[in-house]
């Protein structure tokens, strides 16, 4: 069983920045696959950032690349993502997910789900 507890989460201006952390259970966290999805009101949930366990391999979605970072600490068992650049578009709850089996963009593939942060851009 894994948990995830997501943080950083608030309303900052579109231009701002915000960091988001996700807090992982699990003795095996460095196997996992790591992504960031969000999902806006009356939209479905899509894929934002991926990384592997190793944290060499990161994909993005194309409208976050060249403004997000996704990042992992092993030794603390935490996923980051840094968001510059913020448009109101970004706006929605923030989930960080655990896949153990490949790095995907599809939330199927994802086993393990935090609660969500909120982020909101306002104009």
């Known amino acids: 069983q894994v948990q995830l507890v997501e943080s950083g989460g608030g309303l900052v201006q579109a231009g701002g920045s915000l960091r988001l952390s996700c807090a992982a259970s699990g003795r095996t966290f460095r196997s996992y696959f790591m992504g960031w999805f969000r999902q806006a009101p009356g939209k479905e949930r899509e894929f934002v950032a991926g990384?592997?366990?190793?944290?060499?391999?990161?994909h993005y979605a194309d409208s976050v690349k060249g403004r997000f970072t996704i990042s992992r600490d092993n030794a603390k068992n935490m996923v980051f993502l840094q968001m510059n650049s913020l448009k109101p578009d970004d706006t929605a709850v923030y989930y960080c997910?655990?896949?153990?089996?490949?790095?995907?963009?599809?939330?199927?593939?994802?086993?393990?789900w935090g609660q969500g942060t909120q982020v909101t851009v306002s104009s």
């Open positions: 997910a655990v896949s153990t089996t490949i790095l995907s963009t599809t939330p199927g593939t994802y086993r393990y």
């Open positions: 990384i592997t366990w190793s944290g060499d391999i990161t």
